[in-house]
């Protein structure tokens, strides 16, 4: 196990250290990790994992797809001023 020290900077943000960034290939950046608190004094990081069911993904993807507009734009163009009202 590898082991070493970083310190919690503001807004509780940590660092991993590079020792440990070298042998656990998904510590990347933005990558979704899950937390665990085991005891007190003892937190467990590790990668999230999810589970997706592909088949039903594209039969999702397919349907949206399927869907007509009323309106005169694009679906990016809809999306882009969707973004920006809020």
Do not use: C
Not at 32 to 58: A, C, G, M, Q, Y
Request: no cysteine; aromatic share 4%.
């Amino acid at each position: 196990m590898n082991s070493t020290i970083g310190i919690i900077r503001g807004r509780n943000q940590i660092t991993i250290p590079d020792a440990i960034r070298k042998v656990a290939p998904w510590v990347t950046p933005m990558a979704v990790i899950s937390f665990s608190l085991v005891r007190p004094n003892e937190i467990i990081i590790k990668p999230h994992e999810t589970h997706v069911d592909r088949k039903t993904l594209w039969k999702l993807i397919e349907t949206s797809r399927a869907i007509k507009g009323r309106g005169t734009m694009s679906t990016s163009d809809f999306i882009a001023l969707d973004r920006q009202s809020h």
